[in-house]
């Protein structure tokens, strides 16, 4: 374990939880520390065996702290990374995604003297090489539509600390809809969140993604997510899964 923490006064501390995406690696860590804002970077790898230590290393003097060793998934590491840090605001991102320039000051610009527990960006779904496919379907925040559609995207998502702290951060026991259920609690504890209608980061798609290999867990869980917070299942739900399976089949997602 090596965790050093820079004498600095933080706005924001961003997680990165990593495992074997070594290609992506140092793209997504660039495009953190060269934002114009005040960060504290934490990475999390859960023990890779690709080339993604070496990239670490390489930046270490410029992160606030990192480790790599086998760990208890993606939601316990990144609760991991949030409780090491300081700064008022937190969010994490994933290895693969990136952060487009001035994304955080962006963010926090959005959300300071508010009253809102996070706000939320739009943000591009990206090829594997970066290139710009389509935007991520972002809409105002309207709880019917949240439990028919997750218009959340992870990635544009900036949140304060004690209301991260308040709802317990993410829920361990889930890997794939752990973000659907995190906007979940911070939507019913009463503070609306805040939609901020700019581009501030990319979510790639390749065929190594979680969501790609997983979606059957994918589904169960944000239907467990639904149920849990909305109290029904909307019909939906009952043709998503198929017509997912669908596309990928015929290869049109």
């Known amino acids: 374990m090596n965790f050093s923490i820079k004498n600095q006064a933080p706005l924001i501390t961003v997680v990165v939880p990593s495992f074997n995406q070594g290609q992506y690696l140092e793209a997504a860590l660039l495009s953190i520390l060269e934002q114009d804002i005040p960060v504290q970077v934490f990475v999390m790898d859960g023990g890779s065996t690709d080339d993604s230590v070496e990239i670490i290393k390489r930046y270490e003097h410029r992160l606030s702290g990192w480790r790599s060793h086998k760990d208890d998934g993606q939601s316990s590491a990144i609760n991991e990374g949030v409780a090491l840090g300081s700064a008022p605001y937190v969010c994490w991102l994933n290895s693969d995604d990136f952060y487009y320039p001035g994304a955080l000051k962006s963010l926090y610009d959005a959300i300071e003297g508010t009253h809102s527990a996070f706000v939320y960006g ?18 105002p925040f309207t709880p019917y539509l949240f439990a028919n559609y997750c218009f959340i995207c992870q990635p544009g998502t900036l949140m304060r600390r004690n209301d991260w702290e308040r709802v317990n951060g993410l829920d361990s026991s889930l890997q794939m809809a752990m973000d659907y259920e995190l906007w979940w609690k911070f939507a019913k504890s009463g503070a609306q969140p805040i939609y901020h209608r700019k ?26 997510v639904v149920k849990q917070y909305w109290g029904r299942i909307p019909l939906k739900w009952r043709f998503t899964l198929p017509l997912m399976n669908l596309l990928r089949k015929l290869r049109i997602i």
């Open 199 to 224: 581009f501030v980061a990319a979510t790639r798609s390749h065929e190594q993604t979680k969501t790609h290999n997983n979606g059957a867990q994918h589904y169960q869980e944000s239907i467990k």
């Open 122 to 139: 739009k943000c591009w779904n990206v090829s594997e090489s970066g290139k710009k496919v389509v935007p991520y379907v972002t809409l």
